[in-house]
């Protein structure tokens, strides 16, 4: 039977979702919660491969088991197992030709910031923080020039080995919501560090240190130097994956 999670998780301490040999990793929390309730040595697939610090509110995750646990109920099992900060929203059946990754459609990512003098104790792991006011109007116009199907090989971290850099944006958009700026962004698919990239930049130009116009600039050379830094990943979001 093939099983469906949407799972919930704090990225602090985590290297990510991607198990990993010399760093902790949500899968194998997961994978060790599924092995212990199961008896069996459980495989889980995510949806996406969310990078060290990067949190997660709709993760989507499935595996194949022959446990009599109802689909329902894997949720409410696996909760009493795993850490605290890592927790399965919802659980049900799948299809059999069902694949968290492969048979997404898109996925929408939050990225929040916090403007301010001095950083904020409460959410810093949650945020990027900026000591320069943002102007959002700004960020948004420039944020506008994402949306479509381009080539965003210069959104492409170094050493990305993709070979299709090729995306379709559907929703790029900055909004201010007290005490955060928040980028959301929607797509059928990603690069590595595409959105943090591309927060940076954001962040750059609302701030002033970038002139506006970066990322469309970026978007007709291809240049990565013609954006800004990375932003760090406290402040990136999983929201939801889409399917059919």
């Known amino acids: 039977m093939r099983i469906k999670l949407t799972l919930e998780y704090d990225g ?16 194998q929390v997961v994978e060790e919660a599924l092995a212990r309730l199961t008896g069996e040595a459980v495989g889980v697939t995510g949806a ?33 197992m795993l850490p605290a900060d890592v927790r399965v929203s919802s659980s049900g059946p799948a299809a059999p030709d069902f694949h968290a990754r492969f048979s997404a459609r898109g996925k929408r990512y939050r990225y929040l910031m916090y403007d301010a003098t001095h950083a904020s104790a409460l959410y810093r792991g949650l945020c990027a923080h900026s000591i320069y006011p943002l102007d959002v109007d700004r960020m948004d116009r420039e944020a506008a020039c994402m949306v479509g199907t ?4 210069a959104f492409a971290a170094s ?61 007709e050379t291809g240049d990565r130097l013609a954006l800004g830094p990375t932003a760090p990943p406290q402040g990136l979001t999983l929201m939801e994956v889409f399917y059919p």
């Open 159 to 219: 050493g990305s080995t993709v070979k299709d850099t090729v995306r379709t944006i559907t929703r790029c958009q900055v909004v201010r919501r007290q005490p955060f700026v928040v980028l959301t962004v929607e797509g059928n698919g990603f690069l590595y560090n595409m959105v943090r990239i591309l927060a940076g930049t954001l962040m750059g130009v609302g701030s002033g240190k970038l002139a506006p116009g970066a990322v469309a600039r970026a978007l």
């Open 150 to 153: 381009h080539d965003f090989s």
């Open 12 to 27: 602090t301490a985590y290297a990510g979702w991607q198990r990993q040999q010399n760093a902790l990793a949500v899968q």
């Open 48 to 80: 996406s491969r969310t990078d060290a610090g990067v949190h997660a509110l709709g993760q989507v995750a499935h595996f194949d088991t022959h446990s009599p646990i109802p689909p329902e109920k894997f949720a409410f099992a696996l909760n009493t």
